[in-house]
């Protein structure tokens, strides 16, 4: 367990917005959230916001920016990889028996603004407005997001991000939302909120409550924590993921199934469209809920257990 000792101030949770474009949310004299909203993006990697870094409490870096394999890969981030043939992804889009090509059809999730933006003593809430956009310049959704960061718990080294999102189809015809596997790519259903872990990451532990080890990938079930030993510092870190709730305007349970990595890079994602496509109707929302914590340490099953059960989310948004 970690042995720092934190006074209530110091692990008060501050928000930054003193730099155009992102928003920096601080526990103490840690950085522990840069939510990056606009700026120069390479349009082939899908220009839209994304967190990063990400930093335990005692301010180890848990996600990756950039990576050589994967130059659209920033953080942690809402993406979707086939929206009607529009990648809002990034990179190549699937084609059955063609693999990765370069099309034309990347698109972007605009910033428009912050409805809130707010420090509240042990909390930090974000609300945003957003405006998905084809790569033609056509407006396809909207969206309003939310990030909620909180529940500093020094003692145990955890700190939690709620995130929450509406979508919704305004593109005067349905939305067809999938992933490379309902493509026709076996195991590859990412979409969604997607997380890549750091390079030193790679090969760590995958646990879920019936399970451990890559296995997971296309699985469900109420959370799946990722650990690992830190490069560069001393220590290691768990990411711990909660699958919460996805829905749509006409069916209030749509199923959410991970999409897991250790090798040969780590990754997560709550896929809502690994197997099956979501289609929204013009005017129809897509609503996604989604808890990770933050872990300062390795921990092993019993206490992952422990933390998932105090962290359970509702099973509606």
Known sequence: MSTTTSTATETALALDATTPGRTVVRAGDVDIATYVHDG??????????????????????????????????????????????????????????EGYVPKDNVGQMRHDGFDTARSSGGTVELVERLTWISSGGQEWAREVRSHRFGSVDPARGTWTLDFDTEITC?????????????????????????????????GGTITTPDREGEDAMGTSSAWLAYS?????VDGGGTLL???????TTSNPAVPLTWFV???????????????????????????????????????GREEIEEVAAANALDATP
Not at 176 to 199: D, N, V
Not at 228 to 232: F, K
Not at 241 to 247: D, K
Not at 277 to 292: I, M, N
Request: a positive charge; glycine letters at 12%.
């Open 40 to 97: 120069d993006f390479p349009a082939k990697e899908s220009r839209k916001p994304y967190l990063h870094p990400l930093r335990t409490l005692d301010g180890a870096v848990v996600t990756a920016y950039r990576p050589h394999d994967h130059r659209w890969h920033k953080g942690l981030q809402m993406t979707a990889s086939h929206v009607s043939g529009q990648n809002f992804w990034g990179g190549g889009t699937y084609v059955h028996g």
């Open 170 to 202: 305004t593109r005067g015809e349905p939305l067809e939302l999938g992933s490379p596997t309902t493509h026709g790519r076996p195991s590859a259903g990412y979409t969604g909120y997607f997380w890549r872990g750091p390079r030193g990451w790679t």
């Open 228 to 232: 690992s030993p830190h490069d560069e």
């Open 241 to 247: 993921v909660l699958a919460g709730s996805a829905s």
């Open 261 to 299: 990595r250790h090798t040969p890079f780590p990754a997560i994602a709550p896929s809502f469209a690994f197997h099956d496509e979501v289609v929204l109707a013009d005017g129809e929302s897509l609503r996604l809920r989604h808890r990770v914590v933050v872990g300062d340490r390795i921990w």
